[in-house]
């Protein structure tokens, strides 16, 4: 099993709609989360990362983070066709710090017009 | 310039042979990392330095080696290409535990 897990997708959502992506992990002691946007054939570029329970808002983007559940999500309000992408979820093991990271195999996301 | 940049970007090999890839940058970064990424498997860790004196392995070592020969350069090398290394591979950098940047990647396939 997969330390980091994400559902591949695709997951389609109408342009203006908030798109929700999830992603669990299996390390308790994982620390820190991030997430990594990826185009076809592009390197991934990170979104936002987020260590405290709770939510973390930056611009259309939201990361949201459950430690008792394990669980971490990524909202995407107002889709726009641009946001089509793959979505990483990525986990440390240290607080604030990205030294190593444990990716997931990643969502497809894809906003229809 | 781009910061980080992965040279050859495309490369065709047949097994048996050696390969370099190779990684370098000028963000200043001191942590330098390789992955590959297979359809359905995402990005895996192959190696990583912290600087230049220090190496570790990563998720998926075997049949890798790596040399970090300054502080801006990592380099990947494939001893003995196989075909399962088919694949996409990215350096990616950092300073100290801040953010992972990644290059523009490296598409290799094996004969």
């Known amino acids: 099993q997969k330390e980091v897990e994400q559902n591949s997708g695709p997951l389609s959502v109408p342009e203006g709609a908030i798109a929700s992506l999830n992603c669990t992990y299996s390390d308790r002691g994982s620390q820190s989360f991030f997430w990594y946007r990826q185009y076809s054939g592009k390197s991934p570029e990170l979104i936002m990362f987020i260590y405290s329970n709770g939510d973390k808002e930056d611009g259309r983007f939201t990361a949201q983070l459950n430690k008792a559940s394990q669980y971490v999500s990524l909202l995407i309000r107002d889709s726009q066709p641009s946001d089509s992408a793959t979505y990483l979820c990525?986990?440390?093991?240290?607080?604030?710090?990205?030294?190593?990271?444990?990716f997931g195999t990643g969502t497809r996301l894809q906003v229809t017009l | 310039d781009a910061d980080v940049t992965q040279t050859p970007r495309n490369r065709i090999t047949k097994t048996g042979k050696r390969i370099m890839l190779e990684c370098s940058q000028t963000k200043g970064h001191d942590r330098m990392y390789w992955y590959r990424q297979d359809p359905g498997l995402g990005l895996r860790l192959i190696y990583y330095?912290?600087?230049?004196?220090?190496?570790n392995k990563g998720e998926i070592s075997d049949g890798y080696s790596v040399s970090r020969q300054a502080q801006a350069k990592f380099s990947l090398s494939l001893e003995s290409a196989i075909p399962n290394q088919t694949a996409l591979y990215f350096c990616a950098t950092a300073f100290r535990g801040d953010t992972q940047y990644f290059g523009p990647g490296t598409r290799l396939t094996v004969l």
């Open positions: 990525a986990a440390s093991p240290s607080v604030g710090t990205a030294s190593k990271l444990t």
């Open positions: 330095s912290f600087d230049v004196k220090d190496i």
